[in-house]
């Protein structure tokens, strides 16, 4: 099955600065990668998410790349503000109907 | 208006005792999941059902019995509660084929 590693699992910097949270995944027929955070007490929320056939996807201060060949996806978030401290997920999965295997999860703490 | 509610949010009780924790969605959604989150944060699946039929059951306790009713619905029942089992339960949906869960609240559960 579907084995996603997710580095590093703590990050702090400093507000305005930019944060990038990686992971790889196992299996090559994974096609949907999706990005969730959780913030304290909530439940996680999709922020982005990327599929197979794109290399990139860019909303806002976030975006998402992804490197089929290497089996690794990354996201990227821009001018850090303090709200953006939470617990980021990354996920894979291989169809729309497998369910979605998570990284461990990164805690992001943005400094202000 | 709750897309994906969970009841109870909390729920404190001994070891031994059976419980359940109840999801409804009214997204129109056809598949629904249980995923457990641990003390370390990590997101596991349990159970996944597609339009009221289980789907995957993964490494669980047959103590965890999942029911659906309808496809709105799917209910946790937990059996001989242990320590063990303390963790956050969360339930999500996701439109058959369709990418991008929606969670609920989740239901922080204590075995004392």
């Known amino acids: 099955g579907e084995n996603v590693e997710q580095h590093p699992s703590t990050l702090s910097v400093q507000e305005g600065d930019s944060a990038v949270i990686k992971c790889t995944y196992s299996?090559?027929?994974?096609?949907?990668f999706p990005w969730y955070k959780q913030e304290l007490g909530k439940r996680p929320q999709l922020i982005i998410d990327i599929r197979s056939n794109v290399g990139e996807k860019k909303d806002q201060r976030i975006a998402v790349t992804l490197n089929k060949t290497a089996k690794h996806f990354s996201l990227h978030i821009t001018e850090t503000q303090p709200e953006d401290s939470a617990v980021y997920f990354c996920a894979a999965s291989s169809t729309g109907n497998t369910p979605l295997v998570f990284g461990k999860g990164t805690r992001l703490s943005v400094i202000a | 208006d709750t897309a994906v509610s969970q009841t109870p949010k909390y729920l404190v009780t001994q070891m031994g005792n059976d419980k359940s924790i109840k999801c409804e969605q009214n997204l129109g959604h056809d598949t629904m999941y249980w995923y457990k989150q641990d003390s370390k944060k990590f997101l596991k699946i349990m159970f996944s059902?597609?339009?009221?039929?289980?789907?995957i059951n993964e490494t669980v306790p047959n103590r965890f019995s999942p029911k659906s009713p309808d496809k709105a619905h799917l209910n946790l029942h937990i059996n001989s509660l242990e320590l063990g089992d303390s963790a956050v339960y969360f339930c999500?949906?996701?439109?058959?084929?369709?990418?991008?869960?929606?969670f609920g609240s989740g239901t922080r559960l204590t075995v004392v």
């Open positions: 299996d090559s027929a994974s096609n949907y």
């Open positions: 999500a949906s996701t439109p058959y084929g369709g990418y991008g869960y929606t």
């Open positions: 059902y597609n339009n009221k039929e289980l789907i």
